[in-house]
């Protein structure tokens, strides 16, 4: 096992509540994206998860009606994933660079993970062979440049490229008229751009 695999493990129990100050507004906004960033999602439609980690997504994903499958390489993540979500979804063991649905997905996700991507274009390009609707998921343009993920992005068949910046920290807890108004920042154009200089990721919503 990886240095890396083995602290995922380790850390299995309490993943999402140590990953994020205030893990329910987060993965909420999230969430929120997932389901409106590009083609709109409707109740009943199945999200993938890949590199779910201990499923924390799920929550706020099937409050929203849709149906999750979570896929981590982690058996201890996997465990987890299953314990806090049971029968309300289907979770299961999987590299993101191979793992294939058994039917078609409307959409897939892949959170803090896009770096495990063996060959980023080859990846997006086996995600497009099972995803209907759309592939969402973050994007730190200080450590790529927008442009040359857009530009996988439509080598592997999606047309249509959009990035919302997202402003809600992920280790601050902040009051909720705070994080209102982040979102709202969100959509501020040349001041969000300038942001996202020094700190905060963009949401990627790719569809065909």
């Given amino acids: 096992?990886?240095?890396?695999?083995?602290?995922?493990?380790?850390?299995?129990?309490?993943?999402?509540?140590?990953?994020?100050?205030?893990?329910?507004?987060?993965?909420?906004?999230?969430?929120?994206?997932?389901?409106?960033?590009?083609?709109?999602?409707?109740?009943?439609?199945?999200?993938?998860?890949?590199?779910?980690?201990?499923?924390?997504?799920?929550?706020?994903?099937?409050?929203?009606?849709?149906?999750?499958?979570?896929?981590?390489?982690?058996?201890?993540?996997?465990?987890?994933?299953?314990?806090?979500?049971?029968?309300?979804?289907s979770i299961e063991i999987g590299d993101l660079n191979e793992y294939t649905p058994p039917t078609p997905v409307a959409a897939t996700t892949v959170f803090r993970a896009l770096y495990y991507a063996r060959d980023r274009r080859a990846f997006f390009t086996h995600v497009a062979a099972f995803t209907e609707k759309k592939v969402v998921f973050d994007l730190n343009p200080r450590q790529y440049r927008p442009d040359d993920v857009s530009a996988d992005l439509r080598a592997a068949g999606f047309g249509q490229v959009q990035l919302r910046p997202f402003f809600v920290p992920q280790t601050v807890a902040l009051p909720r008229l705070v994080v209102t108004s982040a979102k709202a920042l969100e959509r501020s154009g040349p001041f969000a751009q300038l942001a996202l200089r020094f700190r905060f990721t963009y949401v990627v919503a790719a569809s065909r």
């Fill in 1 to 89: 096992m990886s240095s890396k695999s083995d602290q995922y493990a380790r850390q299995a129990g309490d993943w999402t509540e140590k990953a994020y100050a205030d893990a329910a507004a987060y993965l909420a906004h999230r969430a929120e994206l997932i389901a409106t960033l590009g083609p709109s999602l409707a109740p009943g439609d199945e999200v993938l998860d890949l590199a779910c980690g201990d499923a924390g997504l799920g929550e706020p994903l099937v409050a929203r009606g849709f149906r999750y499958r979570g896929v981590d390489a982690t058996p201890e993540m996997v465990a987890e994933a299953q314990r806090r979500l049971g029968d309300r979804a």
